[in-house]
């Protein structure tokens, strides 16, 4: 199986901040890694596919790059509605695995 | 606009069976891979299962494998997912989602297995 490790696990920043979130697998995936965000209490949102094609709707301050083995989460400009726990998820191989998640707390 | 709504999820006790439905609406059903995945009390995302469009090809974590079946009914815009022989480890809430790398998921539907 293909383990995916994010860091940090947790991360504290200001509002107006730019933040990297960064996932690694195990083995190389190619550019199969989606991003994921989740506020307490509700369903996770789409964020991210194909390590950095946007989903439609998603802001242009979220981007995604990387490809292989590590990837990274950039968030610029934080604010308020930012702050959630953000999951790296890889769909090269089943079975597909999520990574711990990070989360992102307000300074 | 495009939506996931599962239901189905309740207390049931060790053992047993229950049965979640996902009824999907905003885009064409039969042209997508479906999942389901699963989230612990207070624990991260786990993914659970995946059906091909077709409903050809089925996969499975290992911790529900034997266990837990996904089928999808094409004509309902309905995905289903049959948890027999639960354990209290299953408990969890249960999201449906579009697609291998989720990009829509629905609200959820609460599952716990507790005697």
């Known amino acids: 199986d293909i383990q995916m490790t994010q860091s940090p696990s947790s991360l504290s920043a200001s509002v107006g901040d730019r933040v990297t979130i960064t996932c690694r697998a195990s083995?190389?995936?190619?550019?199969?890694l989606a991003w994921f965000q989740q506020k307490p209490g509700k369903a996770p949102k789409s964020l991210i596919s194909?390590?950095?094609s946007l989903q439609s709707g998603v802001p242009s301050k979220f981007s995604g790059s990387g490809s292989g083995t590590d990837f990274t989460l950039t968030i610029t400009s934080l604010q308020p509605e930012d702050f959630a726990t953000y999951y790296c998820q890889q769909y090269n191989s089943y079975p597909f695995t999520f990574g711990q998640g990070t989360k992102l707390e307000i300074k | 606009e495009m939506q996931l709504v599962e239901s189905g999820g309740d207390l049931v006790q060790p053992g047993g069976s229950l049965r979640l439905s996902c009824v999907a609406s905003?885009?064409?059903?039969?042209?997508?891979?479906m999942s389901w995945a699963r989230q612990a009390p207070g624990k991260g995302l786990e993914w659970v299962s995946t059906l091909t469009a077709s409903g050809g090809s089925t996969y499975y974590a290992d911790s529900v494998k034997g266990r837990f079946t996904i089928s999808r009914d094409n004509s309902k815009n309905t995905l289903i997912l049959q948890m027999d022989s639960l354990r209290a480890e299953d408990t969890a809430v249960y999201y449906c989602?579009?697609?291998?790398?989720?990009?829509?998921w629905g609200r959820g539907t609460l599952v716990t297995v507790s005697s």
């Open positions: 083995q190389g995936i190619s550019n199969s």
């Open positions: 989602a579009k697609r291998g790398f989720f990009d829509l």
């Open positions: 194909d390590a950095s």
């Open positions: 905003g885009f064409t059903f039969s042209s997508y891979a």
